[in-house]
């Protein structure tokens, strides 16, 4: 129960890093470089990726062997998908519910896709990206260590 606290407690500081460094660059990009909204953001989600995966392989994950272009790979895919989930929060609730406010959009959003893409990052970090050493076998092991399957699963 420790362990998974501080997985979850090291998975959030690394968040909270490559959040202030995303809005940060986004605000520089966007202000004083004069980029456009789509590349300053695009940049900036980039770095920020960056940040994260490295905070997440050198400190919360550290004790696993997943290192290369193929987890760096899925780490961003897994990000991406998670940006992909805030976009849609906000295109439900402006263009399908009407809710148009520009509160309504940072409550979808900042708030609600948020938190759902958050959901899907720890997971996917943890299930995809950066799971134990190999199992007996030659197989990888499910993130808690044991062989096999990953929790929950079918096969685990």
């Given at each position: 129960?420790?362990?998974?606290?501080?997985?979850?407690?090291?998975?959030?500081?690394?968040?909270?890093?490559?959040?202030?460094?995303?809005?940060?660059?986004?605000?520089?990009?966007?202000?004083?470089?004069?980029?456009g909204p789509l590349t300053a953001k695009t940049l900036s989600f980039v770095a920020a990726?960056?940040?994260?995966?490295?905070?997440?392989?050198?400190?919360?994950?550290?004790?696993?062997?997943?290192?290369?272009?193929?987890?760096?790979?899925?780490?961003?895919?897994?990000?991406?998908?998670?940006?992909?989930?805030?976009?849609?929060?906000?295109?439900?609730?402006?263009?399908?519910?009407?809710?148009?406010?520009?509160?309504?959009?940072?409550?979808?959003?900042?708030?609600?896709?948020?938190?759902?893409?958050?959901?899907?990052r720890f997971w996917g970090t943890r299930t995809?990206?950066?799971?134990?050493?190999?199992?007996?076998?030659?197989?990888?092991?499910?993130?808690?260590?044991?062989?096999?399957?990953?929790?929950?699963?079918?096969?685990?």
């Amino acid at each position: 129960m420790v362990a998974g606290r501080r997985e979850l407690l090291g998975f959030a500081g690394v968040g909270l890093l490559a959040y202030a460094v995303d809005l940060g660059l986004f605000t520089c990009l966007r202000g004083p470089a004069g980029l456009g909204p789509l590349t300053a953001k695009t940049l900036s989600f980039v770095a920020a990726c960056s940040v994260a995966y490295a905070g997440n392989a050198l400190g919360t994950y550290r004790h696993t062997r997943t290192r290369g272009l193929r987890a760096c790979a899925v780490f961003f895919a897994v990000n991406a998908a998670g940006a992909a989930v805030q976009l849609l929060c906000l295109a439900v609730s402006h263009y399908g519910l009407g809710l148009t406010s520009q509160r309504a959009d940072t409550v979808s959003g900042a708030g609600v896709g948020m938190i759902l893409g958050t959901i899907l990052r720890f997971w996917g970090t943890r299930t995809l990206v950066f799971r134990s050493g190999a199992a007996p076998g030659g197989r990888t092991g499910s993130w808690n260590g044991t062989s096999g399957g990953r929790v929950g699963s079918w096969t685990g």
